[in-house]
């Protein structure tokens, strides 16, 4: 059975930062790229910013510079920096696999955590 757990969310103003970090169970984490997905209030999920098994990144427009996508191999962990954060990375942030690439970043892989809520007030 395949666990993706997310810890780190909360509150933070304008300017702040905080750091995701999601646990993985029951896959061959270094094989398997992953993937940060948000949902805002009202908006459809997007892809925020992915890492391959090989370690390249990926990141949408809105946030790059700003944040930062790595993964920790032996601990079967993938971390999410965010920095400058702004009001509207405001949305409930989600890690995510699956064992297609290509799944992984086209909104369909088939693992997700429970997810974790980011509030950033203006």
């Known amino acids: 059975q395949v666990l993706l757990a997310e810890s780190g969310g909360g509150l933070v103003q304008a300017g702040g930062s905080l750091r995701l970090s999601c646990v993985a169970s029951?896959?061959?984490?270094?094989?398997?790229?992953m993937a940060w997905y948000r949902q805002a209030p009202g908006k459809q999920r997007e892809l925020v910013a992915d890492?391959?098994?090989?370690?390249?990144?990926n990141y949408a427009d809105s946030v790059k510079g700003r944040f930062t996508i790595s993964r920790d191999n032996y601990k079967s962990t993938v971390n999410l920096q965010m920095n400058s954060l702004k009001f509207e990375d405001t949305a409930v942030y989600y890690c995510?696999?699956?064992?297609?690439?290509?799944?992984?970043?086209?909104?369909?892989?088939?693992?997700w955590g429970q997810g974790t809520q980011v509030t950033v007030s203006s």
């Open positions: 029951g896959i061959i984490f270094s094989i398997n790229n």
């Open positions: 995510a696999t699956d064992y297609s690439s290509q799944r992984v970043v086209d909104g369909r892989p088939r693992f």
């Open positions: 890492i391959t098994s090989g370690g390249s990144t």
